[in-house]
C-alpha cells in the first residue's frame, strides 16, 4: 500500500512558467515531508522540506504548501529553468517515535521544462 | 567536497551469483541507510545503521540480503544467491546525524545490479 502518492508520472512546462508538482499521502502520522530531486545515473539530492506546523516553506524559487487536512502538498518551481528537468519525489517521515529516520518516498514525477 | 560514493556503479550477476556492493558515506557522517529502487518506482527503505550499530533491517526483503558496517564508515550490502526481482538500483544515503534529530540524508550515485 503506497502511504506517499505521487499521482503524476511526469509534467511538461515551459521555461519561465510555473511548475506544480503534487503529492498525497495516507499515514496522518508522518510530520516531515522532504522534497528530492534526481538526475539521471545520479543519486536523489535534497531539494526543499517542510514540516507539519508549517503551511509553506520558501526557498528561492522553490515554495512548498502543505495542506495537512486534505493530507496533501505540493511543489511550486517559479520560473522553471530547463535545468530544473529532472524527476522529483516526494518523501515522508515521522518524526516522533523510533522511526524518526525512516523515509518513505513516491513514485517521483518527471518534469520536463521547456526551452 | 567528496560526496557519498558506491561501487560499483553497475553489476550484472547470473542468478543464483552472490554479490556486494559498497558505500564511502560523508566522512564523519554517523548514520547510514540503504534503500532499494526498482523501475519506475521511488526509493524504498532496506536498513539503517548508526555508527557500526544496524539499528533497523526492517526493510531488508529475505535473508539473502546482508548488510554490514564494522567500523561505523564504509557499509556492504550482500546479497546471496541472487535472484531476478533482486534487479535494481540500490542507493545509499548518509546523514549527520543520529538520535533525536535526523537532518537531510546526502545520497550517493547508487549501484545498479540487473541478474540475468
Known amino acids: 500500500d503506497q502511504q506517499v502518492k505521487q499521482n503524476s508520472p511526469s509534467l511538461s512546462v515551459q521555461e519561465g512558467r510555473i511548475s506544480i508538482l503534487n503529492c498525497d499521502y495516507t499515514?496522518?502520522?508522518?510530520?516531515?515531508f522532504l522534497w528530492y530531486k534526481k538526475y539521471p545515473a545520479e543519486g536523489p539530492t535534497f531539494l526543499i522540506s517542510?514540516?507539519?506546523?508549517?503551511d509553506k516553506n520558501e526557498d528561492g524559487r522553490f515554495t512548498v504548501f502543505l495542506n495537512k487536512s486534505a493530507k496533501h502538498l505540493s511543489l511550486h518551481i517559479v520560473p522553471s529553468q530547463p535545468g530544473d528537468s529532472a524527476v522529483y519525489f516526494c518523501a515522508a517521515r515521522q518524526n516522533s517515535g523510533g522511526s524518526n529516520y525512516k523515509l518513505t518516498f513516491g513514485k517521483g514525477t518527471l518534469l520536463t521544462v521547456n526551452p | 567536497g567528496a560526496g557519498v560514493s558506491q561501487s560499483p556503479r553497475y553489476k550484472v550477476a547470473k542468478r543464483g551469483q552472490d554479490v556486494a556492493l559498497r558505500c564511502d558515506p560523508i566522512s564523519g557522517h554517523v548514520s547510514l541507510f540503504w534503500y532499494q529502487q526498482a523501475l519506475g518506482q521511488g526509493p524504498e527503505f532496506l536498513t539503517y545503521?548508526?555508527?557500526?550499530?544496524?539499528?533497523?533491517k526492517s526493510g531488508l526483503p529475505s535473508d539473502r540480503f546482508f548488510a554490514e558496517r564494522p567500523e561505523g564508515s564504509v557499509s556492504t550490502l550482500k546479497i546471496q544467491r541472487t535472484q531476478q526481482e533482486d534487479s535494481a538500483v540500490y542507493l545509499c544515503a548518509s546523514s549527520v546525524t543520529g538520535g533525536l534529530i535526523f537532518y537531510e540524508q546526502y545520497f550517493g550515485p547508487g549501484t545498479r545490479l540487473t541478474v540475468t
Open positions: 517542510i514540516s507539519s506546523i508549517k
Open positions: 545503521f548508526q555508527n557500526e550499530a544496524q539499528l533497523d
Open positions: 499515514n496522518s502520522m508522518f510530520d516531515y
